[in-house]
C-alpha cells in the first residue's frame, strides 16, 4: 500500500501545515505567521526549517516499510531519523553522509505477530526533510492518531529544538513525549531570544502543558533583563488566557560549559536572566518555574561544544525535568 500525500499528512505530528510540492511531502514546523516572523534572516529561516520534533504516527499491520526522503537547507548535519514500533526504537533510518536524498526499507510488524503495531517515524531533527515515499509492504493502515496523554507545546531557543542531539529520539524533549505519552509539538528556534512577535502569533492549539524556554540567547544578545521579565509576563499570561485548563512550565537558562566571559555586554552574568525569570511568574497560578542551573551538569563528557548538550547531555536534562513535567500534566 503506498500511502499517499493527503494521507501522509493525516499522519503528521509536530507542525503546522504539511504541502505537497515537486513531488514530495513538506512540513512546515511552525505556523505560518511564526515561520515568517522567525524567518526574517537566513539563520532563523533555516532552523525554522528543520523538521525537529516531527514524525509520522500510525496504526498499519505492515511488515516492512519503504520510506524516501529529501532534504533540504540544514542547522546541524545530522540526517538520520527513527523508526519506533510499539514505543520501543526500531531501526535508524537515514543517510550517515550530507546527501540529497535517501530511500530505504524498515521493519514493520514481525511476520509471526498477528496484531497491528503503533508506528513513530521521527523525521531527521535539524535538517530540513521531506517525506518522497511511504510504502506499507504486506499491510494497510489501520489507524491514523493512537491516543496520547497529553499535548505538549514547547517554544524557546536551540537547547528547546534539540540541538545538539544526533538523533531526533535522543533530544531531551522527545524522551519525555515517548515516556510519558505525549503529543509534542516543537517550535523552539535556535539562536532565538524571546520576542514580542510571539504575543502577535499565539498558537492556535488546545495544549495540556507550555514550556517555554529563553534567556540564554537574551543574555548573549545583551537584552536588559527587565524587558524580558516584562515580556515573558506578558507571554504567559496570554498563554494562560488562550487555554483556561492549560498550565505552564518556565525553564530558566541551562548552564554553559565554558564562557568566553560570564558577563554579557550589560555586565550581567546568567542567573540576573534567571531571577527575571522567577520574577515575571510571581503570583500566577498554573505555572511552575524550574532552575535551569539544577538540570544539567558542567562535565565536558554532556557536552557536543560549550553551550549545547549532546545525546547524553540530553538523557541528564530529560531526567531531571521529567518530574516537573509530569507532576504539571492535568
Not at 151 to 169: E, N, V
Not at 252 to 275: E, K
Not at 318 to 327: F, N, Y
Request: aromatic share 6%.
Amino acid at each position: 500500500m503506498i500511502v499517499g500525500a493527503e494521507e501522509i499528512a493525516r499522519l503528521a505530528r509536530g507542525c503546522g501545515r504539511v504541502e505537497h510540492r515537486d513531488g514530495a511531502v513538506r512540513f512546515h514546523r511552525l505556523p505560518a505567521g511564526l515561520e515568517e516572523a522567525f524567518g526574517a534572516r537566513e539563520s532563523g529561516r533555516v532552523r525554522a526549517g528543520c523538521t525537529s520534533g516531527v514524525r509520522l504516527r500510525f496504526v498499519s499491520d505492515a511488515k516492512r516499510l519503504w520510506l524516501g526522503l529529501r532534504f533540504g537547507p540544514a542547522a546541524r548535519e545530522f540526517r538520520r531519523g527513527v523508526l519506533v514500533r510499539n514505543g520501543t526504537h526500531s531501526a535508524v533510518f537515514g543517510p550517515s553522509d550530507e546527501a540529497p536524498a535517501w530511500e530505504g526499507e524498515l521493519p514493520g510488524v514481525p511476520s509471526q505477530v498477528m496484531a497491528p503495531g503503533v508506528f513513530d517515524l521521527w523525521l531527521p531533527h535539524l535538517v530540513q526533510a521531506e517525506v518522497t515515499r511511504l510504502e506499507l509492504c504486506g499491510g494497510v493502515l489501520v489507524g491514523y492518531e493512537p491516543r496520547c496523554r497529553g499535548r505538549w507545546l514547547i517554544l524557546g531557543g536551540s537547547i528547546a529544538q534539540g540541538m545538539t542531539a544526533p538523533l531526533p529520539t535522543e533530544t531531551w524533549y522527545a524522551r519525555i513525549a515517548q515516556s510519558l505519552g505525549l503529543d509534542v509539538w516543537n517550535l523552539g528556534i535556535g539562536g532565538a531570544p524571546l520576542e514580542p512577535f510571539l504575543l502577535d502569533s499565539l498558537v492556535d492549539w488546545p495544549f495540556d502543558l507550555l514550556s517555554i524556554h529563553f534567556g540564554g540567547n537574551d543574555w548573549s544578545q545583551g537584552r536588559p533583563p527587565s524587558d524580558q521579565a516584562l515580556l515573558l509576563r506578558q507571554v504567559v499570561e496570554s498563554y494562560l488566557a488562550s487555554r483556561p485548563s492549560g498550565r505552564i512550565l518556565v525553564i530558566t537558562p541551562t548552564p554553559r560549559l565554558r564562557m568566553r566571559t560570564p558577563l554579557n555586554a550589560l555586565g550581567l552574568d546568567l542567573r540576573a536572566y534567571r531571577d527575571a525569570a522567577i520574577q515575571a511568574c510571581e503570583g500566577l497560578s498554573r505555572v511552575r518555574v524550574v532552575q535551569g542551573d539544577g538540570l544539567l551538569d558542567t562535565e565536558p563528557e554532556l557536552f557536543a561544544d560549550d553551550v549545547h548538550p549532546n545525546a547524553e547531555g540530553m538523557r541528564m536534562l530529560a531526567d531531571r525535568l521529567m518530574p516537573h513535567v509530569k507532576e504539571m500534566l492535568p
